[in-house]
């Protein structure tokens, strides 16, 4: 299974409909591989606060009709990172009740296989915290090989979601993120160590560049069920081909089968 993340900048200089047009080129580009991932809030920025609500969509709003689009013109699945989502019990509520932070799986058909809801915003009492609303829903999906876990940026710091998913049959983690420079070592570490844990891969794709005066991390990195790191991005846009092998999920749980000895 080949997986292509594409780890893009998100400029303020370019306009949203600029980016959207440029991301769906990119998709488009990676015809032939099985798996597209993009980041976090890569319309808006996942730091740009002041623009999530004027930047919200609904679900099939702009971005999913253009990932839908790119998804079936290149043949692949796609995670197409999220969005800001409106919803209908945002109108006339209070501020940002009723946005999500919503990531998006595309079937190689244009489908929409799953939409996942980040369970934990980041900020603790501002931004992303108080903007939006916070999802309740453990979100797998089955593809032909495997079953992918969603989870997004700051969820990868909460080893209880991750298991969840592995309890829902999740054998590789996908992770879109906005994760700050000044942090980096702990991503790197939290995706080896949701890998060794659950003894899956661990697919997180993050954002190059400064966006809202943030400088990004960068460093998409791809681990193994081992804890292995397949690939890893520089800090500069990129985009990372990794070729994983989804029975390796199995042989790993059957070899050292530590997930059985579970307790609690
Ligand atoms: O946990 C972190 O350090 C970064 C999280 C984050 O930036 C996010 O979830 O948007």
Request: hydrophobic share 45%; aromatic share 8%; net charge negative.
């Amino acid at each position: 299974m080949r997986a292509s993340l594409i780890q893009i900048g998100v400029d303020e200089d370019e306009s949203v409909e600029a980016r959207r047009r440029r991301v769906a080129s990119l998709v488009r580009e990676q015809a032939g591989a099985d798996l597209v991932v993009l980041p976090e809030l890569w319309t808006t920025g996942a730091f740009a606060y002041e623009s999530f609500e004027a930047e919200a969509e609904p679900l099939e709003g702009p971005t999913y009709e253009a990932m839908a689009k790119a998804a079936s013109d290149a043949g692949v699945w796609l995670h197409a990172g999220s969005i800001p989502e409106r919803t209908a019990s945002d109108r006339g509520s209070a501020a940002g009740a009723g946005l999500y932070n919503t990531s998006l799986l595309f079937s190689p058909s244009g489908e929409l296989a799953a939409a996942y809801r980040k369970i934990h915003r980041f900020g603790f009492d501002k931004g992303e915290a108080v903007l939006m609303s916070a999802g309740t829903e453990v979100v797998t999906a089955r593809l032909p090989s495997t079953t992918l876990g969603l989870a997004t940026c700051y969820d990868l710091r909460f080893p209880e979601l991750f298991r969840r998913l592995v309890d829902a049959g999740a054998e590789i983690f996908v992770v879109p993120a906005g994760w700050p420079e000044r942090r980096r070592a702990h991503w790197t570490l939290l995706a080896r160590a949701r890998a060794v844990e659950n003894q899956s891969y661990v697919v997180a794709c993050g954002t190059a560049g400064t966006h809202a005066r943030v400088p990004q991390a960068g460093h998409s990195i791809v681990v193994d069920p081992w804890g292995e790191v397949l690939a890893e991005a520089g800090a500069d846009e990129e985009i990372l081909t990794v070729d994983l092998d989804p029975a390796k999920v199995a042989t790993t749980r059957e070899q050292f089968p530590a997930l059985k000895d579970r307790v609690l």
